[in-house]
């Protein structure tokens, strides 16, 4: 977890607007860092406390997260479908730490969701990473979703493809034979269809 702590810590620390705020990120920082059961209960009340910015439920449920703290499942997830992409790249590196069995599914769910396509990148991955049951049906169900021409979102087709060749799954053969049509996706395309094992689907 450390390469992506120190970034988001890095990050977060230009959000500061108080000497108030110093102190309380200085305070999670080093909750954080300890990991002791303590300082976890601590960083638990964090995720729900009121009247607290963004960034403090962040670092908190990172943490937890990171040390497969189930109670960071719903901030985490929150995250995962937000507006800012490296929020939504923390949560997923978090979540796939987690070893929550409901991840895939709320990943699936947001990946799946035609109304939030535009924050699908993060989740798709993050399938990927989990390799869990739903990941192959969902990453196929986007990817078919998307082999329109002129997509504004062919990054998101572009990760299921890539994802689908990760996974090494044959029912993904007719999306990517399909995606070879597109110019974007074609060459990526065919190196997943390359690494698809013929025992398995």
């Given at each position: 977890?450390?390469?992506?702590?120190?970034?988001?810590?890095?990050?977060?620390?230009?959000?500061?607007?108080?000497?108030?705020?110093?102190?309380?990120?200085?305070?999670?920082?080093?909750?954080?860092?300890?990991?002791?059961?303590?300082?976890?209960?601590?960083?638990?009340?964090?995720?729900?406390?009121?009247?607290?910015?963004?960034?403090?439920?962040?670092?908190?449920?990172?943490?937890?997260?990171?040390?497969?703290?189930?109670?960071?499942?719903?901030?985490?997830?929150?995250?995962?479908?937000?507006?800012?992409?490296?929020?939504?790249?923390?949560?997923?590196?978090?979540?796939?730490?987690?070893?929550?069995?409901?991840?895939?599914?709320?990943?699936?769910?947001?990946?799946?969701?035609?109304?939030?396509?535009?924050?699908?990148?993060?989740?798709?991955?993050?399938?990927?990473?989990?390799?869990?049951?739903?990941?192959?049906?969902?990453?196929?169900?986007?990817?078919?979703r998307l082999l329109t021409p002129h997509t504004?979102?062919?990054?998101?087709?572009?990760?299921?493809?890539?994802?689908?060749?990760?996974?090494?799954?044959?029912?993904?053969?007719?999306?990517?034979?399909?995606?070879?049509?597109?110019?974007?996706?074609?060459?990526?395309?065919?190196?997943?269809?390359?690494?698809?094992?013929?025992?398995?689907?």
């Amino acid at each position: 977890m450390e390469d992506q702590f120190h970034e988001l810590t890095d990050r977060v620390r230009g959000e500061l607007r108080s000497p108030a705020d110093l102190v309380t990120y200085e305070r999670l920082l080093g909750l954080a860092r300890k990991n002791t059961p303590a300082g976890r209960e601590e960083l638990a009340r964090m995720l729900t406390a009121v009247e607290r910015p963004l960034w403090t439920r962040e670092i908190a449920a990172f943490s937890l997260g990171c040390a497969g703290d189930r109670r960071a499942f719903e901030t985490l997830v929150l995250l995962l479908n937000y507006r800012d992409p490296v929020r939504c790249a923390t949560a997923a590196h978090a979540l796939a730490r987690l070893g929550d069995p409901r991840t895939a599914r709320a990943a699936a769910a947001l990946a799946t969701n035609p109304l939030r396509t535009a924050y699908a990148l993060h989740p798709v991955r993050l399938l990927a990473d989990l390799r869990a049951p739903e990941s192959v049906p969902a990453l196929i169900s986007t990817l078919e979703r998307l082999l329109t021409p002129h997509t504004p979102y062919w990054r998101v087709a572009l990760a299921c493809v890539e994802g689908l060749g990760a996974l090494g799954d044959r029912r993904a053969v007719p999306a990517l034979t399909a995606a070879l049509d597109h110019p974007r996706l074609a060459a990526a395309a065919a190196a997943s269809l390359a690494r698809l094992d013929p025992g398995t689907g």
